[in-house]
């Protein structure tokens, strides 16, 4: 999916460094790049980003990067001299994606145009990337986007084979301006990589180790950005709630969480996504005493057989994460808890996944993301023995996602007649429909005779629900 932009310069954060109006390299472009000199295509690029939301961070940072160089984003690769795909490796098929527009975007396309692969792929294939399409000139991981103007200089300068691969950096979080899809919710990176080596995970190989930002930029940022009009901040990590704050002032998570919190201007503070091991009653204990931190708690159990949960390496079994629930369910607001689940791991039995779908009864989680293992390069869960066939793991998906959308739509019937504020974030072509969400993280479609409510905070009623969606009208 790529993301459309309609926000100029003016919401680029972080003080652009470079001076805006000339592409790097504009005038000694090599001759295969002259094809494009006349044309307006010039200092245009196309940015298409898979994945996660830490992925959408990314070609946040990275159209920041670009557009204080000068360059101007657009909506199609046709019309772009720049093309970039920020990849996902995660499952094998976020994986081919690229690949597939690799070759829709072929040499004979490409006409002087420069393209470049991003992200995960990036960093799990590296130079085999030049291999499989030669009309790619850039490989560079997420560890290595502070370093983009100087790797694009290079490119333009005519050399064919750039890469920025690094993944042991400190630099990850300092690029130098980020331009924010969002005018009034942002995300920011609080730590970076993961040092968890779940064994059927490719992130710590593609993201690298675990790498926390200092505390007191990340204050400064969310300062800036409630300068800016942004009223709800995203914290962002991989495993967030290991965050360890490498300055003096060694701020705990939940610390970090109400310091946030306290800037003039924020109403709303999130983090995504928790690992379990490292959810504390401090955490809770934050959101009962801050009402500004959200309802909501995404904690990824991935299974409910503490069997599999040791052949993946999760460090915890059923009855701790079980004890991890009981602290989120004792906080004194309710608290909405959603998970990740990954059915026919290596050697899953249908005891085990007898053990996910009752614990899918026990926890009643408000929404589940749930996925089909994939086995993925360098994961020490490539070599086990077991493997489940597609046909069967699509059968125990199915399954599992149906007993999760009876839990969601009884969940959503008690919801109809309750009042929710919601932050409205889009308006629909119909003149009165509009949607936002709400603090529990659920997106809420409602009518309005109100004008202009893009990014105001709104009461309404819930007036009508199905297991994926809510309907409300406003109330005065
Ligand atoms: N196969 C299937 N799902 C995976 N995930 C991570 N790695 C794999 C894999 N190899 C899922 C996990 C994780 C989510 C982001 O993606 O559930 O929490
Ligand atoms: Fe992957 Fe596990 Fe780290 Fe999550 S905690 S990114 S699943 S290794």
């Given amino acids: 999916m790529s993301k459309t932009f309609d926000i100029g310069l003016e919401r680029l954060t972080g003080g652009a460094r470079f001076p805006v109006g000339v592409p790097v390299g504009a005038g000694d472009a090599n001759a295969e790049t002259d094809t494009l000199a006349a044309s307006a295509l010039r200092g245009t690029f196309f940015l298409e980003t898979f994945g996660c939301q830490m992925n959408d961070h990314d070609s946040e940072k990275v159209a920041g990067v670009l557009l204080s160089r000068g360059y101007r984003q657009v909506e199609t690769p046709e019309s772009a001299s720049l093309i970039l795909y920020n990849t996902c490796s995660i499952r094998e098929k976020a994986a081919q994606k690229v690949f597939s527009r690799l070759g829709e975007f072929g040499l004979q396309q490409n006409a002087g145009r420069i393209i470049g692969v991003l992200g995960c792929v990036a960093q799990q294939e590296g130079e085999e990337i030049f291999r499989r399409a030669p009309w790619v000139s850039l490989v560079c991981g997420s560890a290595s986007y502070s370093k983009l103007p100087e790797l694009l200089a290079q490119v333009e300068a005519g050399n064919q084979r750039v890469t920025g691969l690094d993944t042991d950096t400190d630099e990850t979080f300092e690029t130098p301006v980020t331009r924010r899809d969002n005018p009034w919710r942002a995300y920011l990176t609080i730590i970076e990589g993961c040092d968890k080596a779940c064994s059927y995970c490719v992130v710590p190989y593609t993201r690298g180790p675990e790498r926390s930002r200092a505390s007191d930029s990340i204050l400064r940022e969310v300062r800036q950005l409630a300068e800016l009009g942004f009223t709800e901040v995203q914290l962002l990590g991989q495993t967030v709630n290991s965050y360890a704050d490498p300055t003096a002032r060694k701020m705990k998570f939940s610390e970090l969480l109400l310091a946030v919190a306290d800037e003039p201007g924020i109403r709303r503070v999130r983090f995504t996504t928790s690992h379990p091991r490292d959810f504390s009653q401090d955490i809770v204990d934050a959101i009962d005493a801050q009402p500004k931190l959200c309802n909501h708690v995404h904690l990824p159990v991935q299974s409910g057989s503490t069997r599999i949960l040791r052949s993946m390496q999760r460090t915890y079994t059923r009855d701790e994460y ?126 309005s005779q109100e004008q202009a409510l893009l990014g105001k905070y709104v009461q309404v009623r819930i007036t009508g629900a199905t297991p994926n969606s809510l309907a409300g009208e406003q109330v005065p």
């Fill in 322 to 447: 079980l004890e991890k629930i009981a602290i989120i369910r004792g906080a004194k607001r309710p608290i909405s808890i959603t998970t990740d689940i990954i059915v026919g791991f290596p050697g899953e039995t249908e005891e085990d996944l007898g053990e996910t779908l009752s614990l899918l009864e026990v926890v009643k989680y408000d929404a589940m993301f749930s996925f089909k293992y994939s086995a993925r390069p360098h994961t020490p869960s490539l070599a086990m023995k077991d493997a489940i066939s597609e046909e069967e793991k699509s059968r125990r998906l199915a399954i599992l996602q149906d007993k999760q959308r009876a839990i969601q739509t009884a969940k959503h019937a008690t919801m109809v007649g309750e009042v929710y504020e919601l932050l409205v974030s889009t308006k629909s072509r119909r003149e009165t429909q509009w949607s936002g969400h709400t603090s529990c993280h659920r997106v809420v479609n409602f009518s």
